[in-house]
């Protein structure tokens, strides 16, 4: 009833920048906190960043100042923009939305993630 699909992955350069977006679609009542995650290669997925609904901000310390997110609660899309990318920033990305659906109970969902790739 709810699908995450996140964008904006790929390979780039250490000291580059990528944009990743993640739309929320279905039948969406209310959107709460939404997050970014990662997991790279034999790690555990780990917490980047995470918004509530009413702005409040939260980053791994890994990414500080370096990562900023946002959201734009009318079109129920979250966004990470990632600059001064290091190779250990390499892994799948995931987006998080605790999302109350329109007839029903408050989950939390996942995207499907997108790969992250940044080269030495």
């Known amino acids: 009833q709810v699908q995450l699909v996140e964008s904006g992955g790929g390979l780039v350069q250490a000291g580059g920048s990528l944009r990743l977006s993640c739309a929320a679609s279905?039948?969406?009542?209310?959107?709460?906190?939404m997050g970014w995650y990662r997991q790279a290669p034999g790690k555990q997925r780990e917490l980047v960043a995470t918004?509530?609904?009413?702005?409040?901000?939260n980053y791994a310390d890994s990414v500080k100042g370096r990562f900023t997110i946002s959201r734009d609660n009318s079109k129920n899309t979250l966004y990470l923009q990632m600059n001064s990318l290091k190779p250990e920033d390499t892994a799948i990305y995931y987006c998080?939305?605790?999302?109350?659906?329109?007839?029903?109970?408050?989950?939390?969902?996942w995207g499907q993630g997108t790969q992250v790739t940044v080269s030495s």
């Open positions: 918004i509530t609904s009413g702005g409040r901000i």
């Open positions: 998080n939305a605790d999302i109350r659906i329109r007839v029903g109970p408050r989950a939390d969902y």
């Open positions: 279905g039948s969406i009542g209310s959107t709460y906190a």
